[in-house]
């Protein structure tokens, strides 16, 4: 891990087309490791608490 940064978890209760977010992500990322994952919301609706990762 580089120093002062920190490793984070982002998450948005939004299509990715309409995502600031993922357009930024788009351009591309510098960085040694990413993960991504986008997840099509076949239970439940669009909000942040029907986001991954679910947390207990």
Known sequence: ?????????VKEP?????????GL??????SRIVVSHVRWASHGS?????THPFVR
């Open 46 to 50: 669009l909000s942040y608490v029907n």
């Open 14 to 22: 939004r299509l990715a087309p309409e995502s600031p977010i993922a």
């Open 1 to 9: 891990m580089m120093a002062g940064v920190l490793p984070g978890v």
């Open 25 to 30: 992500m788009a351009q591309g990322v510098r």
